[in-house]
């Protein structure tokens, strides 16, 4: 099955080293580009795409109003907000548009590609340095005290805990790899494990669940 991308940056170049990058790989092609929000609004309504990699700066519409309109409208596209700019309040208003994920221009190769297709198969994606800014951003309005009673606790095995922790850092399933001295399959297969046993969607839903249990504490240094 190949999964159609649509484009949308105010930078010709942008979208053209994104469009080799995408053609470049057997299960992905592009459908469409757009170089504001409002015109990706309007040529979307037309095309049927499977993933939208969004920008968040640009010109006449910017990312986060265009992923609101789509999210009202009911298209069935799944918005990745692609961008150079790593801050806070844009990942928050970002998911509370309705984007499935959040990364950053500067991610390798690998790491878009797999986030393309993740999001693409239902899952959310947030680069894993916005999560480390989001925790330091808003360690004081996060509980750090014992933690709760929360029946899901007894759920979860030791070494999930221990990943759930590394989560909660921001860390990278590789760094967790590392870390915690296991196979990268096997931290994938405690993440998985995990959002099914505590009913989370994604990463930032478990990290959330960290802090507001106890079992992370944020660093106000």
Same mark, same amino acid.
């Given at each position: ?15 053209? =080293? ?16 757009? =170089? ?85 198969? =239902? ?99």
């Amino acid at each position: 099955m190949t999964l159609g991308l649509f484009l949308v940056d105010d930078q010709r170049l942008v979208r053209a =080293g994104l469009r080799m990058m995408i053609e470049s790989q057997d299960d992905l092609t592009v459908v469409g580009e757009a =170089g504001d929000g409002a015109e990706a609004v309007t040529r979307l309504r037309g095309v049927a795409a499977d993933v939208v990699l969004m920008d968040v700066r640009m010109p006449v519409m910017d990312g986060l109003t265009a992923t609101r309109r789509l999210t009202r409208l009911g298209h069935p596209a799944q918005v990745l907000i692609l961008t150079t700019f790593d801050l806070d309040e844009y990942v928050f208003a970002a998911l509370r548009a309705g984007a499935a994920g959040f990364m950053l221009k500067d991610a390798r190769q690998e790491e878009l590609l797999a986030a393309v297709r993740g999001v693409a198969a =239902g899952g959310s994606v947030v680069a894993p340095s916005a999560t480390r800014r989001l925790i330091a951003h808003f360690a004081d309005r996060l509980p750090g005290g014992p933690a709760t009673d929360d029946g899901r606790l007894a759920l979860i095995t030791p070494r999930e805990g221990e990943a759930l922790g590394a989560i909660a850092s921001g860390a990278t399933n590789a760094e967790i790899a590392a870390r915690l001295h296991m196979a990268e399959g096997t931290v994938k297969t405690h993440v998985g494990n995990l959002l099914a046993k505590l009913g989370c969607r994604d990463r930032v839903a478990l990290v959330l669940f960290a802090f507001e249990t106890g079992l992370a504490t944020p660093d106000r240094r």
